[in-house]
């Protein structure tokens, strides 16, 4: 079958580091995609993984291993913006989102 | 307008009844997905869209239909409401025919079936 897997939340003081943990199954693979969600609100693009490696957009980085089935996000310099949960899904050979329950990170000062 | 707009914002429906959600999008989107978000589990696709004229089940598309009579308007229609229908309704699309694309969502509907 196919599952996303993550933690289901994450606490994390302002300014620091957090590494978002996410391990996939999916039937085929065309790459891996992390999305923030704001309570109440839609969800918003952050990155797009397809190769193995370390993909960097400022404060944000994502990471993938397909040989581990596993990638994490990382946010640096945390702000209190930031609460909000985060969105891991793998994209199968439908080309179809498969979609993890989130990670809701909660920033305290 | 700019984006992708959803109605209603949330609505309260009595179980049996027909209720159809409406998703509009002005970015000329080949693609168009509904998703349907329930505490503890992932967005779930309900039904998508490749092209104008053309749709597909998702994962969980019993109890639901939709249209796709031009590349704008993708609605999503319950025949028959129950209460396991209560959610959050999102409505996506992409610039793509439903290849490897950033998707772009709706800000959402909260449906509860009473």
């Known amino acids: 079958g196919q599952n996303i897997d993550q933690p289901t939340e994450m606490t994390a003081t302002e300014g620091a580091i957090v590494q978002i943990n996410c391990t996939y199954q999916?039937?085929?693979?065309?790459?891996l995609f992390w999305y923030q969600q704001h309570a109440g609100e839609a969800p918003t693009f952050l990155s797009y993984?397809?190769l193995d490696g370390l993909e960097e957009k400022g404060r944000f980085s994502s990471f993938l291993s397909r040989s581990k089935g596993y990638s994490y996000l990382l946010l640096k310099e945390l702000q209190m913006k930031d609460s909000a949960s985060y969105l891991c899904?793998?994209?199968?050979?439908?080309?179809?989102?498969?979609w993890g329950a989130g990670t809701k990170l909660i920033i305290k000062p | 307008i700019a984006g992708i707009t959803q109605a209603p914002t949330s609505q309260i429906l009595a179980a049996g009844r027909r209720m159809t959600l409406r998703c509009t999008q002005d970015?000329?989107?080949?693609?168009m997905y509904w998703y349907r978000q329930d505490l503890g589990l992932g967005l779930r696709l309900i039904h998508y869209s490749n092209t104008a004229g053309t749709t597909g089940k998702g994962e969980v598309p019993d109890g639901y239909s939709v249209s796709r009579a031009n590349t704008d308007d993708f609605p999503l229609t319950l025949a028959s409401a129950v209460p396991s229908q209560t959610s959050v309704y999102f409505c996506?699309?992409?610039?793509?025919?439903?290849?490897?694309?950033?998707?772009?969502f709706g800000p959402g509907t909260r449906l509860t079936v009473l």
């Open positions: 993984n397809v």
């Open positions: 899904a793998g994209m199968d050979s439908n080309y179809q989102l498969i």
């Open positions: 999916t039937s085929g693979f065309n790459g």
């Open positions: 970015m000329r989107h080949n693609a």
């Open positions: 996506a699309s992409t610039p793509g025919t439903g290849g490897i694309d950033e998707q772009f």
